[in-house]
């Protein structure tokens, strides 16, 4: 917390607007196009939320095929099953848990419309390569950028570019276990002008509600599929208090990243792996993982580490094995998502964590590997 949340909660009692849309929405909004550079932001009140307005807006028909890591949250697939499309899961990479960019191609169909990258951990996927895949084949690119605020992809050109801002749309989320944080929470990115009318509509319930209030039309109505996608000003506000220390957070973030990545460079000789990152990304530090030798290694580390009075956990659970999907999914075994499904392990992160908490928490791995690995 930035100690400013609260201010700005009870400012909106004299402001006399709760309900979504209004004053802080536009502060946030600003904030990204302003700080970013982004087309057209649209706060939600989750990222699944905004990943389903994504879905609407490329018009996702049933038996459309989107293409998408099987390591991701399930939100990320859901958005799209919701409207009838079939997911198409591809490998993770061998040495980052983001999707494998060579093994897309070979998945594409006629009936294939989307690809779905999502920066694991805030590292960037290979936009180049998969946003030339999509024009070969006149895809829709939509980034899950959940985890991805403040991280760039260091295109071909060398030029750097805002994750969020190279697909034709992307989804941010504020959600407790991120960077920048509201609760629940989230932002649809909207890069391309032709999609920034209907997403305002599907925004606010699929009425031009938005249009009325900018005096565009007399009156508003139904005029296209939507929902509630938008969050109360309370919610908004809050944000607003962390976007406003955005800088100071995602240092402080940085020096606890650093500071595993320095003192933990050894464990590497005991079979372990530290976070890779491509030459075209850069670090939002939103994670820091491990990845174990195995799934049992993982498990005793994990008990070891809770002995000692620290919390690590493991993470995805891969999609195209999970009791609602694995009957579904007709593709090949993908091998790489189950090593990290049965391997990765995260840290703690979080901009409170005092250096003294750090050095206990890189003793006891250190302790651990010495004695178990
Ligand atoms: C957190 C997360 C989501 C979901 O975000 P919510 O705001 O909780 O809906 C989706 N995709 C990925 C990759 C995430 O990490």
Redesign the pocket.
């Given at each position: 917390m930035t100690g400013k949340e609260i201010e700005y909660i009870s400012d909106l009692l004299n402001l006399n607007k709760l309900s979504g849309n209004g004053y802080y929405t536009q502060k946030c909004h600003d904030f990204f196009e302003t700080t970013y550079g982004f087309n057209k932001c649209l706060l939600t009140t989750?990222?699944?939320?905004a990943?389903e307005m994504a879905a609407i807006l490329v018009d996702i028909q049933p038996g459309d095929e989107v293409i998408m890591p099987s390591y991701?949250?399930v939100?990320?697939a859901n958005a799209f099953v919701l409207r009838g499309a079939k997911i198409i899961f591809v490998d993770s990479r061998s040495d980052h848990p983001g999707m494998d960019e060579h093994a897309i191609e070979k998945l594409i169909t006629p009936r294939t419309k989307v690809i779905v990258p999502?920066h694991?951990a805030g590292v960037a996927c290979n936009m180049d390569k998969i946003m030339e895949i999509a024009d070969t084949y006149n895809l829709f690119v939509i980034e899950?950028a959940?985890?991805a605020i403040d991280s760039y992809y260091i295109g071909n050109d060398g030029k750097k570019r805002i994750l969020g801002s190279i697909g034709h749309l992307s989804?941010f989320?504020?959600?407790e276990?991120?960077n920048i944080i509201s609760g629940?929470?989230?932002m649809l990115v909207i890069n391309e002008d032709r999609f920034k009318t209907r997403a305002e509509v599907i925004w606010e319930k699929g009425t031009n509600r938005a249009s009325f209030f900018r005096g565009e039309v007399d009156k508003y109505g139904w005029v296209d599929l939507g929902s509630s996608f938008l969050p109360s000003e309370i919610i908004a506000s809050f944000l607003f208090a962390q976007l406003e220390s955005l800088d100071e957070i995602q240092n402080k973030r940085l020096v606890i990243w650093n500071y595993y990545n320095t003192s933990l460079e050894s464990v590497n000789t005991y079979g372990i792996k530290t976070p890779f990152f491509p030459s075209y990304s850069t670090n939002n530090a939103h994670m820091y993982y491990l990845v174990m030798p195995d799934i049992k290694t993982r498990t005793k580390f994990i008990d070891y580490l809770k002995q000692n009075g620290v919390h690590s956990v493991f993470h995805y659970l891969s999609l195209h094995k999970s009791p609602f999907y694995h009957k579904k999914y007709k593709g090949e075994k993908l091998k790489f998502t189950e090593n990290y499904a049965n391997k990765l392990v995260r840290l703690p992160l979080y901009a409170s964590l005092s250096e003294q908490e750090l050095n206990k928490i890189t003793q006891t791995i250190l302790t651990f590997c010495n004695e178990f690995c």
């Open positions: 989750s990222c699944t939320d990943l991701t949250f939100s990320t999502v694991y899950d959940a985890q989804a989320s504020f959600h276990t991120k629940e929470g989230g």
